[in-house]
């Protein structure tokens, strides 16, 4: 059994929010919320943790929160049911990401990265103030957590 197994496992009793934090001590955001739900996903963690690595710190760009687009995959991944056609998926899919959205923003007033940290991480600059400020310690993890309880909660 893989490290990353025997964690998942160990956790697995866990809320998926409280999951999501304890990832991201070790993992990116979009890692965060995507591996908190691969037990459930029947997603090997190895192949989760490889497919979200891109999307931490809104793709490196400061854009669209990691948590939201490892929402977003948890989402795809739930609505791909046995017996649905793509268009199904498809349309399923595009709603529940906008359901999420909407609730996400209520909650946090955007779904940008640097919008939601205060500080564009994509630069030099950026980074340094959201290390200083201790961002990643303080907002970050109550982000992945949000966005694991908005699935947890309404899909």
């Not at 854009?63 to 268009?87: D, F, N, R, S």
């Not at 991480?121 to 992945?144: M, Q, R, W, Y």
Request: with cysteine; aromatic share 6%; proline share 1%.
């Amino acid at each position: 059994m893989s490290y990353v197994s025997m964690w998942v496992k160990k956790l697995s009793k866990m809320k998926k929010s409280q999951l999501a934090i304890e990832h991201f001590k070790t993992l990116n955001c979009a890692q965060s919320v995507l591996l908190s739900f691969a037990d459930e996903l029947k997603l090997d963690e190895m192949t989760a943790l490889k497919i979200s690595a891109g999307f931490g710190g809104g793709m490196g760009k400061a854009e669209t929160c990691g948590a939201v687009t490892g929402a977003y995959m948890v989402l795809g991944m739930k609505i791909q049911e046995e017996g649905k056609t793509i268009q199904e998926i498809k349309d399923e899919t595009k709603a529940a990401v906008k359901k999420f959205n909407e609730i996400f923003a209520a909650r946090h007033g955007s779904l940008k990265c640097k919008k939601l940290l205060g500080v564009n991480i994509s630069t030099p600059e950026g980074s340094a103030e959201a290390n200083e400020s201790k961002l990643f310690d303080t907002i970050c993890p109550h982000l992945v957590a949000s966005s694991a309880e908005i699935i947890e909660q309404n899909f």
